[in-house]
């Protein structure tokens, strides 16, 4: 084992044990998890609003960017599927 993996290996583990730890006390794994849910609402917001001023400046947002790649793994499909019809006949 080299070096690179004993140390991912040991900070894995020290890594648990700290967590271990922090959630040990179910009071505080509550405020923990209270805490992340906030956080994931706060981002949510915050994608929502900045998906709003990139439209309203006419730039193309990462979700837009996203469904305009799944239809266009789409269209390759189908161009796929009439090609192959098209060499069958």
């Known amino acids: ?13 020290l890594s648990q044990k700290a967590m271990e730890k922090l959630f040990s ?11 992340i849910g906030k956080v994931q609402q706060g981002k949510a917001v915050f994608d929502k609003g900045q998906v709003q001023v990139m439209h309203q400046l006419n730039f193309a ?17 189908r161009v796929r599927d009439l090609d192959e019809k098209l060499k069958s006949v």
């Not at 084992?1 to 583990?13: N, Q, S, V, Y």
């Not at 006390?25 to 805490?35: F, N």
């Open 61 to 77: 947002s990462k979700s837009d960017f996203k469904e305009i790649g799944k239809q266009l793994s789409a269209l390759r499909r």
């Open 25 to 35: 006390d179910d009071k505080r794994a509550g405020q923990i998890a209270s805490v």
């Open 1 to 13: 084992m080299g070096f690179t993996d004993r140390l991912k290996k040991e900070a894995l583990g």
